[in-house]
């Protein structure tokens, strides 16, 4: 989370407080219809990023949601049969569940390489996945199945990162999936180049090549990485062209390149928060009685619940 | 083939022209092989694994093929040169510039006045690169080919391989890919070749390439070929662009393809994975085109070019891959330590072990069981036959003449008053085969209408029945549209899903072809054995020619590719939706849709009713004329042998009383000497071809519609 993001974080804080101790004299229905927007915007806000890991099928996206998982949980077959989302957090106890339209049931393991149990397999929407390793990590995994065509699920997340094969370097039907990506997610977007290590020095400097020159414009950095493995080698790729990261040497360029997207997130998320409170602040002026922090006549409720419940609505959206 | 002209030899004259005529259209034969397959399966490899000379088409890692590259085998003529490339012309080159082709044509069609930017981008950025490259040239070049006499890689670098891509590492003064951006296709003339048909292989650039203006040069060459080979690459087995690509081709004669899963050695385990990978697309394939049998082969162009490599170092091979030739049995354990790739018997062990086991052979298999059934399979066998039955025609007719002159023989020793006596029974022989020659050339016509009236019946049933069902199916669509629109549910929703009806005139199409060619058939069934049996009669006591196995070749199907042509049906749902929305009222856009469907498919329609007619007509025509070819080839001979006859007879009659003279009787000797050989010579022949035949009959297998 960035510093202007623990201030406004703060602010917000200290007005609920504020408004617990009563120091803003309303009607206590209004209050609290306040004081349950101002909560929820609070919480809107502290949410960590999705990062929705998406791309064709077998292009290592599973991998790649292993590798920032830390964990080989999720297991990985050449032939795309795991058509269901898996949503990687952080729990305090590791647990696995699998979420249908018949609610939320909790599985023993989720071992690797198992198949799921079959009862499971209608009406299956998605796994969730608590781990305690992600923690410290700052964001959660959406791990999707193969695209076909459109990228389910892009409502959801906040970054993405696009998987592709080095070795199948850039296609239509690919370039036609991230074209129909919202503008917002692809504003923070990487594309992960998998496989390398299937290529030598001067093959993957030409395959980069063809990303720039195809892709370039629609992501706001690609990384390669080998994806098999946690051995980055990314040395060949100082003096790159703009938009290609780079590891400092200690984190993986994938983990360094992501944490910059992440920061650019939360910076976002800030200036949309700090919009939303002068929002609030704005709207609620005319509605208390003036001057507005002493000020002793009852509030006109009714269209202050309205404001409230367009506050709450505007809140959903963020 | 190459007994054509030793034929030629032996049969009478009109034989003769007969024959000359099925090699004309031999010589036109060629199976035409297309590769296809999404950017970066490997195409390229694997044709130059397949032809076996692994360096013949440049390769690279990024997609690099940009022309259509069409690879002759055992067709170079004296004068041809071993490589020509053509350029895009003027024309060609402006269409492209101005976003041409099919995705234009059918957004133009549907959306006035739409722009697609992107294949401007593209457009302007080829342009610049070409000048870029050729500067002035640029416009010199235009609509000329370049030739060359001997073929290297260097040259096909030049001219069907991208280059770098980006202007910024362009070197200027690197040759590769100089001319890639306005060559359209090359031909390249190989020696050998894999197959025992005379093939071109056609090399493809990728689909789905970003690129779109290469994919539209590929889609256009799909058309023409016979056969299909689509690469799919091991660690994305047939993806949802492979299946999109496989249903472009859907209108195609669905029991020629073969598919060629590539690139399993980037497998992590490659025995288990491929076993998997191959499961999978069966299942899929089987699901996309159900009731058909398309073989499925696995396997590694790599492993099968590092075969054939002449390197003495080649690359060595990754853990993995080693680690499943030890598991195959293909190498030894122990090998795999020593310096195994040394020279020696090993080595070539090791060679054949690795071409075994890159696929290839059971490609080359799958592709001449296939190439039997394909068209030029079945005009091979249709020539095949005639020539057979010309041979054996010709050896009855020499049969016929020998024992004509050992009478002749014989009769040099009568007297003139017992050939006289001979010469009123060649007289009424002589009548009755000019009275059977007439009797045949009237019923050739006959048939010749009869067999029209019927194709001409066949086809306005076929367009018939097709027509009605597009209309069954625009109706419903019409039924559908008007109703979700009255429900208030948005347009898009609603689509289009043109494959449904595309697969319903498919069958309908396929199924009255086979009618139209059972029929013909059946008239020619009924139409050879009164010609036998009027030959029996001319030529009594030769063994009569064997009815021909009409039955056993099934006349093959035109190419469906018109159903394959694009139609607006085909558009992605953006562009529906933006059609929906100009539309008012529910009732016109049903209106509007169904006028849409017919119009559309009608012309699909059409074209699929004229390709069958010239294939019915073909086949009729080829079948009547060479039956009755044999036939008159086989009149002459006899008339022409009792017109000698005669006039020796005459000869004789007028020799008072007296004995031939000696040289005419050496004559005859030598003449019968001359006719045993060729006797000799055609029943050669003759079994000959009967191998020929045999070996081009299609494999047993139970046919499937």
């Known amino acids: ?318 | 083939m190459q007994l054509a002209p030793r034929l030629a030899k032996v049969v009478e004259p009109s034989g003769q022209s007969l024959v000359e005529e099925a090699g004309r259209l031999l010589e036109r034969q060629v199976c035409r092989i297309a590769v296809i397959g999404q950017i970066k399966s490997g195409k390229s490899s694997f044709i130059n694994a397949c032809v076996q000379i692994p360096d013949l088409l440049p390769t690279d890692v990024t997609p690099w093929t940009t022309a259509v590259t069409h690879l002759h085998f055992v067709q170079r003529r004296q004068d041809d040169p071993a490589a020509v490339f053509h350029f895009f012309n003027e024309e060609e080159w402006q269409r492209i510039a101005e976003g041409g082709g099919l995705l234009r044509e059918l957004t133009e069609r549907l959306v006035p006045g739409f722009e697609p930017d992107l294949l401007r981008q593209q457009i302007n950025s080829l342009r610049h690169r070409a000048a870029n490259r050729l500067g002035p040239q640029l416009q010199e070049l235009m609509g000329q080919c370049h030739s060359y006499d001997s073929l290297s890689s260097d040259v096909l670098l030049r001219y069907v391989c991208s280059g770098e891509l980006s202007s910024k590492s362009l070197n200027p003064d690197s040759d590769v890919g100089r001319f890639s951006d306005i060559t359209r296709a090359a031909d390249v003339h190989c020696p050998g070749g894999p197959f025992a048909f005379p093939s071109t292989i056609i090399d493809t650039p990728g689909t789905n390439d970003p690129f779109l203006l290469r994919d539209e040069i590929t889609r256009r060459s799909l058309e023409s070929a016979d056969l299909y080979i689509v690469v799919l690459t091991a660690r994305q087995p047939l993806s949802d662009a492979d299946v999109a690509l496989l249903r472009i081709l859907r209108g195609l004669h669905k029991e020629r393809f073969v598919v060629f899963i590539n690139r399993i050695d980037d497998l992590t385990d490659i025995s288990q994975d491929q076993r998997e990978v191959r499961e999978y697309v069966e299942q899929r394939i089987s699901r996309e085109f159900p009731d058909s049998r398309i073989p499925v082969i696995t396997g590694s162009a790599r492993w099968a070019n590092a075969a054939l490599s002449s390197d003495r170092n080649p690359q060595p091979f990754d853990r993995r891959s080693l680690a499943y030739f030890v598991e195959t049995g293909l190498m030894r354990r122990e090998d795999l330590v020593r310096t195994a790739q040394a020279d020696g018997p090993q080595r070539s062990d090791l060679k054949e072990a690795l071409l075994q086991a890159s696929g290839v052979p059971a490609v080359y298999k799958a592709i001449n069981d296939l190439m039997a059934e394909s068209r030029s399979g079945h005009v091979l066998r249709q020539v095949a036959q005639c020539y057979a039955e010309l041979a054996r025609a010709s050896e009855n007719t020499i049969q016929g003449e020998l024992s004509e002159l050992r009478d002749m023989q014989a009769a040099a020793h009568t007297t003139a008053q017992q050939a006289g006596a001979q010469l009123p029974r060649l007289d009424a022989e002589l009548r009755q085969l000019g009275e059977v020659a007439g009797i045949i050339e009237t019923s050739a016509k006959s048939i010749d209408e009869q067999m029209r009236e019927i194709v001409y019946e066949e086809i306005s049933r076929m367009r018939h029945v097709l027509s009605a069902e597009v209309e069954r199916y625009a109706a419903d669509e019409r039924h559908v549209l008007t109703d979700t629109l009255r429900r208030g549910r948005g347009p898009s929703e609603w689509r289009c899903e043109a494959d449904t009806l595309r697969r319903r005139l498919a069958q309908i199409f396929t199924e009255g072809f086979h009618q139209s060619a059972h029929r013909l058939v059946d008239l020619q069934t009924r139409v050879s054995p009164e010609l036998h049996q009027l030959m029996s009669m001319i030529v009594p006591g030769s063994n009569p020619p064997r009815e021909p196995d009409v039955r056993g070749f099934p006349m093959p199907q035109p190419n469906l590719s018109s159903l394959s042509t694009a139609v607006v049906l085909d558009l992605d749902t953006p562009w529906w939706s933006a059609y929906l929305l100009r539309q008012p009222s529910p009732e016109q856009r049903g209106d509007e849709v169904y006028e849409l469907i017919t119009t559309e498919f009608g012309n699909v329609i059409e074209d699929l009713i004229g390709k069958a007619e010239m294939s019915l007509m073909g086949y009729g025509a080829n079948m009547t004329k060479w039956s009755f070819g044999i036939c008159n080839s086989i009149i002459e001979a006899l008339r022409r042998r009792r017109e000698d006859l005669r006039a020796a007879y005459d000869g004789l009659a007028g020799e008072a009383g007296g004995t031939a003279a000696p040289e005419s009787v050496e004559r005859r000797d030598r003449d019968i000497a001359e006719l045993r050989a060729r006797l000799g010579e055609s029943a050669t022949i003759g079994g000959r071809l009967e191998e020929i035949l045999s070996e081009l009959s299609p494999p047993a297998r139970t046919r499937t519609n």
């Open chain 1, 1 to 318: 989370m960035t510093e202007a993001m623990q201030i406004l974080v703060g602010l917000i804080a200290d007005a609920r407080s504020k408004l617990k101790r009563a120091e803003i004299r309303t009607g206590a229905e209004a209050r609290d219809t306040l004081d349950a927007a101002l909560e929820k915007l609070q919480r809107a806000l502290h949410r960590n990023p999705v990062v929705l890991v998406a791309g064709e099928s077998n292009s290592g996206k599973t991998s790649v949601a292993n590798l920032l998982s830390g964990l080989d949980v999720l297991p990985s077959a050449v032939i795309a049969n795991t058509a269901v989302p898996v949503h990687l957090k952080h729990g305090v106890v590791p647990s696995v569940a699998a979420v249908t339209n018949r609610g939320r049931i909790p599985l023993a393991t989720l071992a690797v390489n198992e198949p799921l149990p079959k009862f499971l397999y209608s009406g299956l929407e998605r796994i969730h996945v608590d781990l305690p390793s992600m923690r410290n990590a700052g964001f959660e995994i959406l791990d999707t199945p193969g695209c076909h065509g459109q990228v389910e699920l892009c409502e959801e997340a906040d970054i993405l990162l696009w998987c592709s094969v080095a070795a199948r370097p850039w296609t239509e039907s690919e370039r036609r999936a991230v074209s129909a990506l919202p503008a917002r997610l692809r504003e923070r977007s990487l594309l992960v180049i998998t496989h390398k290590d299937m290529l030598s020095q001067s093959e993957g400097e030409r395959v980069l090549d063809r990303y720039n020159e195809f892709a370039g414009e629609l992501f706001s950095g690609i990384v390669m990485i080998d994806a098999a493995t946690r051995g980055f080698d990314t040395d060949w790729l100082l003096d790159k062209p703009a938009g290609v990261r780079i590891g400092d040497g200690h984190r993986s360029a994938l983990e360094s390149s992501l944490d910059e997207l992440i920061d650019e997130y939360w910076d976002h998320r800030a200036v949309t928060g700090r919009r939303l409170c002068r929002h609030i602040a704005r709207s609620i002026k005319p509605l208390l009685p003036a001057p507005a922090i002493s000020g002793k006549s009852a509030p006109v409720l009714d269209p202050f619940a309205t404001l409230m419940s367009n506050i709450a609505g505007r809140l959903k959206t963020v």
